[in-house]
């Protein structure tokens, strides 16, 4: 009875190995996106009305809509990241994370699918990006470890409508709409990355455009300068 519950102890971990070995590439997409360092502290980005915090995505961001951001960051040195638009209506929104295991800049201008959680962490082992179906990249692991996020609360008026007031999406609010500033300090060395963003529940708003004669809309891509200060 022994030799036999042995060989089937062996027989499950050869299956267990063989899983492992044959896990299969996961598609993932790229991004584009700005490094950040001391030398280079600013940048304007480009990002659509609902990018950050979509109703008809599941209340998901969309990875395309949004625009992305890189820094490489020392353990325990606070950073503040200041986001500001002349748009008006727009929310700008950000989430940080780090990126846990990574080592070559070249892999991380990617993610793991054309959507996105404003909070939590994301994991997707052995991502390969398949963009280009004819010159598909080897992204590896993408780990990410949610740090914090937040979003323009100000002139969103007394109250927000349910479908927006998520407890695990954090309000910032500074009496300045159009501009939002996060600090945080960095519980890991390496490499960290954010994605910025808007929200928008003010139909009405030239950032929406369905303002008579706005000129803008859903599918229009508005400008949020940004700021990182690096320690």
Known sequence: MKYNNKFKSLALI????????????????AISGTFFDKNNTSADMTVRAYSWYNLSMGYLGWTHHSNWGF???????????????????LHPSITVWYRAGAKNPKTLPYMNGHAYKQFGDIYE???????AENNPVK??????KF??????????????PAEYDQSQLYRVMDGVPGKLAITFTPPENGWYQFVV?????????TAYGSGPGSGAGPATAHTVHIEVSIP
């Open 71 to 89: 820094v490489k960051l020392k353990k325990g040195k606070p950073i503040t990241i200041e986001l500001t638009t002349e748009v008006s209506g």
């Open 139 to 144: 992204v590896g692991n993408i780990i990410m």
């Open 125 to 131: 082992p052995n991502a390969e990006a398949t963009d």
């Open 197 to 205: 963003g808007a929200i928008n529940p003010d139909i009405d708003s």
């Open 147 to 160: 740090i914090t996020n937040g979003f323009d609360r100000d002139g969103m008026g007394d109250a927000l």
């Open 14 to 29: 050869s299956v267990a190995a063989g899983l492992f070995f044959a896990n299969p590439l996961q598609a993932a997409t």
